[in-house]
C-alpha cells in the first residue's frame, strides 16, 4: 500500500531553517508528482510546492524565494528545504501524491516558528 512518511518538523525562531523530508513507498516514485502542503489552526489546508516526475516546480506566492522543494528518485524521498521561516509558516505540513486516482497523504509534521 502506499505510505507516506515525514519527518524533520520541530520548533524554530524566526529567520531560520528546517527540511522537512517525505519518505515515500508503494508507488512509482520516479513518475509521481510530490507535493507539499500545510494547514494552519483554524485555517484550510493549502498547497506550498510540488514537483514533477521531470524536476518541474511551483511554489505557493507566500513561500516563493524561501521554500525549495526538491527529490531524490533513488531514494524515493522528497524534501522540503525552508529558509527565512515566519510565524505565519508554522502548521502541519503534509505530503501528499496522487495514484490511481486516489489521493494519499501522510500523518504530517508539525513545524512551529515562534521566538
Known amino acids: 500500500q502506499v505510505q507516506l512518511v515525514e519527518s524533520g518538523g520541530g520548533l524554530v525562531q524566526p529567520g531560520g531553517s528546517l527540511r522537512l523530508s517525505c519518505a515515500a513507498s508503494g508507488i512509482i516514485f520516479r513518475r509521481s508528482t510530490m507535493g507539499w502542503y500545510r494547514q494552519a489552526p483554524g485555517r484550510q489546508r493549502e498547497l506550498v510546492a510540488a514537483i514533477g516526475s521531470g524536476g518541474m516546480t511551483n511554489y505557493a506566492y507566500s513561500v516563493k524565494g524561501r521554500f525549495t522543494i526538491s527529490r531524490d528518485n533513488a531514494k524515493n524521498t522528497v524534501y522540503l528545504q525552508m529558509n527565512s521561516l515566519k510565524p505565519e509558516d508554522t502548521a502541519v505540513y503534509y505530503c501528499?501524491?496522487?495514484?490511481?486516482?486516489?489521493?494519499?497523504w501522510g500523518k504530517g509534521t508539525l513545524v512551529t516558528v515562534s521566538s
Open positions: 501528499n501524491v496522487g495514484a490511481n486516482g486516489i489521493d494519499y
